[in-house]
């Protein structure tokens, strides 16, 4: 946080672009950028004129299509770097950015979070626009909101304190004066923590005791530099001339005061210069004031814009994918209406593993030991994840691995390079490099043996101490800055460039200031917020039963719908490994009274899916896919059987081949199918396409079953029509007549739609 905070508070003028200047020759042409990507992350890359919004699904890739039409645009002169803006909500993922951009050779160009954005032009345009100096920053608004409710006669508790704190700020990001708070909560069904003529009379006393200190809170950045742009146009005039291009990430969490923000810096029609990407099925802070309205209703501010679908999910198994399918195939509000059905480019993995529990220890202590089975089965340990839904659950996992001595780090810890460990390895490390030759160093056989002579002079051994706890904690960071160092050489090698110890201090000064840190080798605990934006090769979701998630406060259908969407992104962030499990008691010998949660309804075994209304149309997922869904689960990413590439559209997906490929169709018998599916229309009294649509005969006729089960995993086939026509559909694949079924001319309509 301190050094966060150093870093907005340095009064760099606002056009300072944060570049580290480190030169990266531009020894290839702007399509060299595009190389690698999929059609669609090339359409995001190749849309250089916006409005553009990029609906990016979970693994899909979103911050790599838009940082590389960022570099494209300027690789190409479209864009000047000091002319582009990206913002995102988290110093780490704008960390992420700038370090991208800089390997893709467009330095120059600012990735900042809205506020870091915010108060550098705050700095810079306070003198001139009201005077004097900039007011401090409120570091830590809590002791102040303390304050304003001891002047209100309140007696408020710790834990109370900081919902009455988190009430402010929702208060603030969602433009609403202390007047208007108590019907603002009562229109949107907000769970309150006090009484809201309470909360509204606190926030009062609270912004009266800033303007008597002359201080400002972060929400107060935002709203004031969008009020000198708002109120000065000379000024607002001066910053759109400097920024021309502005990228926006996670724009499902954008609040009202920040899109205020974001339309004084793009101006009237400013969408021209806009690219916006989200995903409303992550929305997941609404809490907090996010709301995905402004993503869901871009197309309509903004009817020329392109819109751009990022489906094709590089990070999960078909398995974990399809199980996400199936979860938000049950959704239902205006989000559910705009999800994504997500299609795996991995490999076929292990089935998702659903487990019931008596109590919460006995399944901290499986869940234990089933990691330290994947542990010695070559899975890293930073490799491994365990997720719940509220902060409290962490301490009976802790113990758990505790017990069993596998090491892990609660996520929310102190910040990697902030640790005083990690600062005094980067002084050593540094002063070895200045060094030059060093009898210290100079018998090491590579960078990372270099690294590891340098940090066995504070201690370091090749193997981790005994046990947990600080000094197993301070191992494990060394033995970061070690991997790291491993990880650092085996990429510079493969790119032609020189890794000794200075360029490795340089890599790490660049981290350190992204606030980019290396994987601690240690089991991740951390809630299902805290892990949005991460992924790991095995992820253990615990603890899911009602009143858990959705959490017990979740009362009115969006609430619900937002704790299913949490769910979804702990289910995403897996990429090979998934388990899911619940208890149905707290302790040992405690009443059963706990039930799974209802999202599991419909994907775990020997459950049913709730109603019978439809998926909607974001396609099928797995709940209601049948016999179909077990033998596609299998087949993996389905590709093109001429090229090998991974299908997106329905109809190639049903033909397993690209329309533009050669055709294999037996003609005759497509012919044939066709005959006999005007028959069957004929009797049933209803159109062709609901006994087979053309896409599914075309199917068949090219890859002839000889067999019900291959009949079964042809796309339109479902289970009820396998039932129905698989004994004809067969018979004509083998060349024979169909025997006639006089059922199907009493049945009236399909039972499955084509």
């Given at each position: 946080?301190?050094?966060?905070?150093?870093?907005?508070?340095s009064?760099i003028p606002?056009?300072?672009?944060?570049?580290?200047?480190?030169?990266?020759?531009?020894?290839?042409?702007?399509?060299?950028?595009?190389?690698?990507l999929?059609?669609?992350?090339r359409?995001?890359?190749?849309a250089?004129?916006?409005?553009?919004?990029?609906?990016?699904?979970?693994?899909?890739?979103?911050?790599?299509a838009?940082?590389?039409?960022?570099?494209?645009?300027?690789?190409?002169?479209?864009?000047?770097?000091?002319?582009?803006?990206?913002v995102t909500?988290?110093a780490?993922?704008a960390?992420?950015?700038?370090?991208?951009?800089?390997?893709?050779?467009?330095?120059g160009?600012?990735a900042?979070?809205?506020?870091?954005?915010?108060?550098?032009?705050?700095?810079?345009?306070?003198p001139?626009?009201?005077?004097?100096?900039?007011p401090?920053?409120l570091?830590?608004?809590?002791?102040?909101?303390?304050e304003?409710?001891?002047?209100?006669?309140?007696?408020?508790?710790r834990?109370?304190?900081?919902?009455?704190t988190?009430?402010?700020?929702?208060?603030k990001?969602?433009?609403?004066?202390?007047?208007?708070?108590?019907?603002?909560?009562?229109?949107?069904g907000?769970?309150?923590?006090?009484?809201?003529?309470?909360?509204?009379?606190?926030?009062r006393?609270?912004?009266e005791?800033?303007?008597?200190?002359g201080?400002?809170d972060?929400?107060?950045v935002?709203?004031?530099?969008?009020?000198?742009?708002?109120?000065?146009?000379?000024?607002?005039?001066?910053?759109?001339?400097?920024?021309?291009?502005?990228?926006v990430?996670?724009?499902?969490?954008v609040?009202?005061?920040q899109?205020?923000?974001?339309?004084?810096?793009?101006?009237?029609?400013?969408?021209?210069?806009?690219?916006?990407?989200?995903d409303?099925?992550?929305?997941?802070?609404?809490?907090?004031?996010?709301?995905?309205?402004?993503?869901?209703?871009?197309?309509?501010r903004?009817?020329e814009?392109?819109?751009?679908?990022?489906?094709?999910?590089?990070?999960?198994?078909?398995?974990?994918?399809?199980?996400?399918?199936?979860?938000?195939?049950q959704?239902?509000?205006?989000?559910?209406?705009?999800?994504?059905?997500?299609?795996?480019?991995?490999?076929?993995?292990?089935?998702?593993?659903?487990?019931?529990?008596?109590?919460?220890?006995?399944?901290?202590?499986?869940?234990?030991?089933?990691?330290?089975?994947?542990?010695?089965?070559?899975?890293?340990?930073?490799?491994?994840?365990?997720?719940?839904?509220?902060?409290?659950?962490?301490?009976?996992?802790?113990?758990?691995?505790?017990?069993?001595?596998?090491?892990?780090?609660?996520?929310?810890?102190?910040r990697?390079?902030?640790?005083?460990?990690?600062?005094?390895?980067?002084?050593?490390?540094?002063?070895?490099?200045?060094?030059?030759s060093?009898?210290?160093?100079?018998?090491?056989?590579?960078?990372?043996?270099?690294?590891?002579?340098?940090?066995?002079?504070?201690?370091?051994?090749?193997?981790?101490?005994?046990?947990?706890?600080?000094?197993?904690?301070?191992?494990?960071?060394?033995?970061?800055?070690v991997?790291?160092?491993?990880e650092?050489?085996?990429?510079?090698?493969?790119?032609?460039?020189?890794a000794?110890?200075?360029?490795?201090?340089?890599?790490?000064?660049?981290?350190?200031?992204?606030?980019?840190?290396?994987?601690?080798?240690?089991?991740?605990?951390?809630?299902?917020?805290?892990?949005?934006?991460?992924e790991?090769?095995?992820?253990?979701?615990?603890?899911?039963?009602?009143?858990?998630?959705?959490?017990?406060?979740?009362?009115?259908?969006?609430?619900?719908?937002?704790?299913?969407?949490l769910?979804?992104?702990?289910?995403?962030?897996?990429?090979?490994?998934l388990?899911?499990?619940?208890?149905?008691?707290?302790?040992?010998?405690?009443?059963?009274?706990r039930?799974?949660?209802?999202?599991?309804?419909?994907?775990?075994?020997?459950?049913?899916?709730?109603?019978?209304?439809?998926?909607?149309?974001?396609?099928?997922?797995?709940v209601?896919?049948?016999?179909r869904?077990?033998?596609?689960?299998?087949?993996?990413?389905v590709?093109?059987?001429?090229?090998?590439r991974?299908l997106?559209?329905?109809?190639?997906r049903?033909?397993?081949?690209c329309?533009?490929?050669?055709?294999?169709?037996?003609?005759?018998?497509?012919?044939?199918?066709?005959?006999?599916?005007?028959?069957?229309?004929?009797?049933?009294?209803?159109?062709a396409?609901?006994?087979?649509?053309?896409?599914?005969?075309?199917?068949?006729?090219?890859?002839?079953?000889?067999?019900?089960?291959?009949?079964?995993?042809?796309?339109g086939?479902?289970?009820m029509?396998?039932?129905?026509?698989?004994?004809?559909?067969?018979?004509?694949?083998?060349?024979?007549?169909?025997?006639?079924?006089?059922?199907?001319?009493?049945?009236?309509?399909s039972?499955?739609?084509?």
């Amino acid at each position: 946080m301190e050094r966060m905070q150093e870093d907005l508070l340095s009064g760099i003028p606002f056009d300072d672009h944060g570049s580290d200047r480190s030169g990266h020759p531009d020894a290839t042409g702007p399509d060299a950028v595009l190389a690698g990507l999929d059609p669609e992350q090339r359409a995001v890359a190749t849309a250089l004129h916006g409005p553009v919004c990029v609906l990016a699904g979970a693994g899909t890739g979103k911050t790599r299509a838009i940082t590389h039409r960022i570099a494209y645009g300027v690789r190409s002169g479209v864009y000047q770097p000091q002319q582009v803006l990206a913002v995102t909500f988290t110093a780490r993922a704008a960390g992420e950015m700038r370090g991208r951009l800089r390997q893709l050779g467009a330095d120059g160009v600012q990735a900042r979070t809205f506020h870091a954005a915010a108060l550098r032009q705050l700095h810079y345009f306070w003198p001139r626009a009201v005077g004097g100096p900039v007011p401090q920053l409120l570091e830590r608004k809590v002791q102040l909101v303390a304050e304003a409710a001891s002047r209100c006669g309140l007696r408020v508790q710790r834990t109370e304190l900081r919902d009455l704190t988190a009430e402010v700020e929702w208060a603030k990001v969602t433009q609403i004066g202390p007047d208007d708070y108590p019907a603002a909560v009562q229109k949107s069904g907000r769970e309150a923590p006090r009484d809201p003529a309470e909360t509204a009379q606190v926030y009062r006393v609270y912004e009266e005791a800033k303007t008597r200190r002359g201080v400002i809170d972060f929400e107060d950045v935002l709203l004031l530099t969008a009020a000198i742009l708002e109120d000065r146009p000379d000024i607002a005039d001066q910053v759109r001339s400097q920024y021309r291009h502005f990228t926006v990430d996670e724009y499902q969490d954008v609040s009202p005061l920040q899109q205020r923000l974001l339309d004084q810096w793009t101006g009237p029609g400013g969408g021209t210069s806009l690219c916006v990407v989200g995903d409303a099925s992550q929305t997941i802070y609404s809490f907090t004031g996010a709301t995905p309205d402004y993503l869901l209703n871009f197309r309509t501010r903004h009817p020329e814009a392109t819109v751009v679908k990022l489906v094709r999910d590089y990070r999960s198994t078909p398995q974990v994918v399809h199980l996400a399918n199936g979860l938000l195939a049950q959704a239902r509000g205006e989000a559910a209406r705009h999800r994504l059905e997500l299609v795996s480019q991995r490999e076929a993995g292990p089935e998702p593993v659903y487990t019931e529990y008596e109590d919460e220890p006995t399944e901290a202590e499986t869940t234990a030991r089933r990691i330290k089975e994947l542990l010695a089965a070559g899975v890293r340990a930073s490799e491994v994840a365990v997720l719940f839904r509220t902060n409290g659950q962490s301490e009976v996992y802790e113990q758990a691995l505790a017990d069993l001595g596998v090491p892990y780090q609660l996520k929310g810890a102190e910040r990697f390079f902030e640790r005083p460990e990690v600062r005094d390895a980067g002084v050593l490390l540094r002063g070895a490099a200045r060094a030059g030759s060093d009898p210290l160093t100079d018998d090491a056989p590579d960078l990372a043996g270099q690294v590891r002579a340098v940090l066995a002079t504070r201690g370091f051994t090749a193997e981790p101490p005994a046990g947990s706890g600080a000094v197993r904690d301070r191992w494990e960071s060394l033995a970061a800055l070690v991997r790291l160092a491993e990880e650092f050489e085996r990429t510079r090698t493969a790119e032609g460039l020189a890794a000794d110890l200075a360029a490795y201090v340089a890599e790490l000064d660049a981290r350190a200031a992204a606030q980019h840190a290396p994987a601690v080798e240690g089991v991740t605990l951390a809630s299902l917020h805290a892990a949005k934006g991460l992924e790991w090769d095995a992820v253990f979701l615990v603890g899911l039963t009602e009143g858990t998630l959705p959490i017990i406060y979740a009362k009115t259908d969006e609430q619900v719908e937002e704790e299913r969407r949490l769910l979804y992104v702990g289910v995403t962030r897996a990429r090979k490994h998934l388990s899911l499990s619940w208890a149905l008691s707290r302790s040992p010998g405690g009443r059963a009274s706990r039930k799974p949660s209802r999202f599991l309804d419909g994907l775990r075994p020997g459950s049913s899916a709730p109603g019978t209304r439809s998926a909607g149309r974001g396609g099928r997922g797995g709940v209601e896919q049948g016999e179909r869904s077990a033998a596609r689960r299998a087949r993996g990413p389905v590709k093109c059987r001429v090229c090998d590439r991974a299908l997106t559209e329905a109809v190639e997906r049903k033909l397993r081949r690209c329309e533009t490929c050669p055709s294999t169709m037996d003609e005759a018998l497509y012919e044939r199918l066709r005959e006999w599916r005007a028959g069957q229309a004929r009797k049933q009294g209803a159109p062709a396409y609901v006994v087979f649509t053309d896409a599914t005969l075309m199917a068949i006729a090219e890859d002839v079953p000889g067999t019900r089960q291959e009949l079964a995993v042809i796309s339109g086939v479902g289970a009820m029509k396998l039932d129905k026509y698989g004994a004809a559909v067969l018979s004509l694949c083998a060349g024979e007549e169909p025997e006639e079924d006089p059922g199907d001319v009493e049945d009236g309509r399909s039972d499955e739609p084509a």
